[in-house]
């Protein structure tokens, strides 16, 4: 079964903390993909992972993949208000034709 | 440039009766893509389009179905509507393929009484 884990699914953090947001899988993927949604928006692309290993860094946000441990790790620096979202992460298994498996979101808030 | 374009964006409907989600997109994209989206659920996929002229199920397609009209455009359909068919409807495209992320678009909040 594909299965996409993500924890914690709320986080309240204080402006200035970091914090690390997980997501786990199942199975063997091509490629992981982090969304950020506002609420009652849509959802916004942060980040495309494509191989173990592969970082990427935005402002405060770094994310990372593991393929052997079947994890991806979203890092929230310093916070601020602004982050506060729910995150999501998305795998695209192998052999899924392109399909995406969402799982079931993180929402940050983010306290002064 | 307006990405991918869903109508409507609100609309309530009473159990048993139909309508069309309208879903377009602007950017050449070969696959296209229906999800719902209910609270603590994540997004969960209904059905796709991978190119022009096919569809596929997804996780959750009973009581919908799509057309691919053309290469911008994927509709879904209610035939009779229930009230556990509540929930936000998001339209997304992608290339599809090269890890190039789904683009979504703004979404349809679906209420069925």
């Known amino acids: 079964e594909l299965k996409v884990e993500q924890n914690p699914l709320f986080l309240s953090m204080q402006e200035g903390k970091n914090y690390t947001i997980y997501c786990n899988y199942s199975t063997t993927s091509d490629r992981l993909y982090w969304y950020r949604q506002d609420p009652g928006k849509s959802l916004e692309s942060l980040f495309v992972l494509l191989s173990n290993g592969a970082v990427k860094q935005e402002g405060r946000l770094m994310a990372s993949l593991d393929t052997k441990a079947r994890l991806s790790t979203l890092h929230i620096t310093a916070a601020v208000h602004d982050l506060s979202a729910t995150y999501f992460c998305a795998v695209e298994f192998r052999g899924s034709n392109y399909k995406l498996t969402f799982g079931k979101g993180t929402l940050l808030t983010v306290n002064p | 440039n307006a990405g991918v374009t869903q109508t409507p964006k609100f609309q309530v409907l009473k159990t048993g009766q139909s309508m069309t989600l309208q879903c377009a997109q602007d950017?050449?994209?070969?696959?296209m893509y229906w999800y719902r989206q209910d609270p603590g659920m994540g997004l969960r996929l209904i059905y796709y389009s991978a190119s022009e002229g096919t569809t596929d199920k997804g996780e959750v397609p009973n009581g919908y179905n799509v057309s691919r009209l053309n290469k911008r455009e994927f509709s879904l359909r209610l035939e009779s509507a229930a009230p556990s068919q509540t929930s936000v409807y998001f339209c997304?495209?992608?290339?599809?393929?090269?890890?190039?992320?789904?683009?979504f678009g703004d979404g349809t909040r679906l209420s069925i009484l």
């Open positions: 950017m050449n994209h070969n696959s």
């Open positions: 997304a495209s992608s290339h599809g393929g090269q890890g190039q992320p789904q683009h």
